[in-house]
């Protein structure tokens, strides 16, 4: 059975600050991946999906890649602002397969 | 605007009574799913939707029961047989369940049992 570990589980960074979120998947055999972000007591919003033919999407300050070979992704957000406090979900499926596997999430704090 | 509504935002159970989310998207998408999340978990599929009239059981759909009368709708009833049903449950809806599909989400509905 597909699992998806996010590590780490909770990021303190200063404003301004690079930085990554790590998600892998036991099953390398990953068809699709979506990156989430979710605020306190609310839904998920869609940030960057990675299609099965693509490695990689960018959208402004975010940036996602899927190491297929590996399943591994990683979220790289760029000059991190306090607006970006919130819990970054990542989500994959296998091949011939819609139903989403999830990791428990990265909180992320960032300070002003 | 489109989007996925749910209601009620916060819902209150007493043991043994069932109780029914409402889930309703205007996006046009045929395919829709109920997760529940509890507290430092993942989400998890309960039940999902690929077309009017068919439905799939998710990962825990025990205790659970759902209806897809209409393309808009996709209500989920948690019954009494669900022995832990305190929780976060979010629906979702995608155009259709191939590769290209993003999930959208409602801003879910909070379970409490009394």
């Known amino acids: 059975k597909q699992e998806v570990t996010q590590i780490p589980a909770a990021l303190s960074v200063p404003e301004g600050e690079n930085l990554v979120l790590n998600c892998s998947f036991t099953?390398?055999?990953?068809?699709?991946l979506q990156w989430f972000r979710q605020d306190p007591g609310k839904g998920l919003t869609s940030l960057l999906l990675?299609?099965?033919?693509?490695r990689e999407q960018t959208s402004g300050r975010l940036n996602a890649s899927l190491d297929k070979s590996s399943g591994r992704s990683t979220l790289y957000i760029a000059a991190s602002q306090p607006g970006d406090s919130a819990t970054y979900l990542c989500?994959?499926?296998?091949?011939?397969?819609?139903?989403?596997?999830f990791g428990k999430g990265t909180k992320l704090s960032v300070i002003p | 605007d489109g989007g996925i509504t749910q209601s009620p935002k916060y819902l209150f159970r007493k043991e043994g009574q069932n109780v029914t989310l409402s889930c309703e998207q205007n996006?046009?998408?045929?395919?829709m799913y109920w997760y529940r999340q509890d507290p430092g978990q993942g989400l998890r599929l309960i039940y999902y939707?690929?077309?009017?009239?068919?439905?799939q059981k998710g990962d825990i759909a025990e205790g659970y029961s759902v209806s897809r009368e209409k393309k808009e709708s996709f209500p989920l009833t948690v019954t009494s047989a669900q022995k832990n049903p305190t929780a976060f449950y979010l629906c979702?809806?995608?155009?259709?369940?191939?590769?290209?599909?993003?999930?959208?989400f409602g801003p879910g509905t909070r379970l409490t049992v009394l």
């Open positions: 979702a809806s995608s155009i259709g369940t191939g590769d290209i599909d993003t999930q959208y």
């Open positions: 099953d390398s055999a990953i068809y699709n």
């Open positions: 990675i299609q099965s033919s693509q």
């Open positions: 989500a994959g499926t296998g091949a011939g397969s819609y139903q989403l596997t």
């Open positions: 996006l046009n998408h045929d395919a």
């Open positions: 939707s690929q077309i009017v009239n068919d439905f």
